[in-house]
């Protein structure tokens, strides 16, 4: 499956994170552990890509992201390339720090001239996802926990009309005293954790 996603993004601290928590109708956390991938030389994060395994309770799935168009510190435009695993087919790839070599991922990876098998595993973390589905998009929270024990928190709004979703942006930000934080994405996050 290939999509586009259209992100409003900010890095929240602890008390802002709890007090958008209270405010909005989220739906039950659940947790996800994502395993990020790269070369040694970190080609996809020279071509401004992600690629990550990314495990729930009942489901995983393997996702590319590559640049769509030109973003902002808030507002990136990705096209977002996934193809389903099954938990047991993940929990293996992340086992053995590979990633599966069929599928529509492997075939973007092949255009970009990336061997899969030069692939690993260069980062990881577990988070915390509340959703909350409103008339601007989809609002998301997210707490994430790295293997060092350190958290982040971070505000996310994907949508499909920006005309709508950037003016509810700027007032959720606004209404709460939180100050526009440009964002680093979780994998270079989690790298910075190692």
């Known amino acids: 499956m290939t999509s586009v996603e259209v992100e409003f993004k900010n890095l929240l601290l602890q008390n802002e994170f709890q007090q958008i928590k209270s405010a909005y109708p989220f739906a039950p956390a659940f947790l996800q552990a994502n395993y990020y991938y790269d070369t ?3 080609q996809l994060h020279q071509q401004h890509c992600g690629l990550r395994i990314r495990i ?3 489901r995983a799935e393997q996702t590319l992201k590559v640049p769509a168009t030109i973003t902002t510190a808030a ?3 990705l096209v977002e390339i996934t193809d389903p695993l099954t938990v047991g087919q993940a929990r293996a790839l992340t086992a053995t720090q590979t990633i599966a070599t069929t599928g529509q991922v492997a075939a973007a990876l092949q ?3 990336l061997p899969t098998t030069t692939l690993q595993i260069i980062a990881q973390g577990v988070t915390q ?3 909350a589905l409103l008339p601007a998009g989809q609002l998301t ?3 994430t926990t790295y293997p060092n024990g350190q958290q982040d928190f971070e505000l996310e709004l994907e949508t499909t009309e920006i005309a709508v979703a950037e ?3 700027h007032q959720l930000l606004q209404r709460f005293s939180v100050p526009q ?3 680093v994405n979780k994998v270079m996050r989690a790298i910075s954790q190692l």
């Open 167 to 169: 003016p509810f942006y």
């Open 56 to 58: 729930y309770q009942d």
């Open 75 to 77: 507002h990136h435009e």
């Open 111 to 113: 255009e970009r001239k």
């Open 40 to 42: 040694a030389a970190r």
């Open 181 to 183: 934080r440009p964002v």
């Open 129 to 131: 996802r509340r959703i």
């Open 141 to 143: 929270l997210d707490q």
